[in-house]
């Protein structure tokens, strides 16, 4: 099975002043192609933080991280935020979608971005979101949107540059229960139908139970591997 990202003895240390705070210590595993991953943990056990080193978001103090067989932390700035335009998504617990701008607008963004025509962008934005049921909804902006809504948009925005990999940190932790079900089941959906890796942090074992890896951290190790109910 092809390796999308290899996370190899990823240690993080914080240091303020005289006190050094570790918060991972030696993470090793691979993500494979279409593969859905959840971290699992309670909160402070690191998992956020590693969701950021495996996006280039933050660097590790110890190890590195092999997308494509290349290494992330080798790359200049400028063509790792490429890599993440062009090859990541990126999910949010609190959507973080911009409120001056429309639904259509927000999920063309990574697009434009990325060089593509504005006409291209908006054309791709519109499919995705009608393909998340937002057809009605796309001149509406963040705040005449319900959580769902704004959940669904920031999952168009994630995939409207059909990355290999999206990175999701606790997408429906913000969410009722019902909705949140739903949410992660269009997420499920969707990543089959673009063949898209995805790695989940939550603390939800219902959640993670539905994936095909779970991994579980605590204080900042990982303590076990499980196989999820469905394959």
Known sequence: MQEILVC???SKTYHDGAVDTA???DISFQVNAA???AILGSSGSGKSTLLHILGGLDSPTHGDVLFHGQSMFSLSASRLAALRNQHMGFIYQFHHLLAEFTALENVAMPCLIGGLRPTQAKQKASALLERVGLSHRLKHKPAALSGGERQRVAIA???VCEPAL????EPTGNLDHQTGIQVY???RELSHEFNTSF???THDRELAAQMDR???IVDGQLTATSIGHEQ
Request: charged share 20%.
């Open 8 to 10: 190899r003895d990823i």
């Open 23 to 25: 918060v991972l210590s």
């Open 35 to 37: 593969e859905h991953i």
């Open 157 to 159: 925005r994630a995939l």
């Open 166 to 169: 999206v990175l999701a940190d």
């Open 185 to 187: 089941a269009l997420l």
């Open 199 to 201: 790695v989940v942090v």
């Open 214 to 216: 779970t991994l579980t």
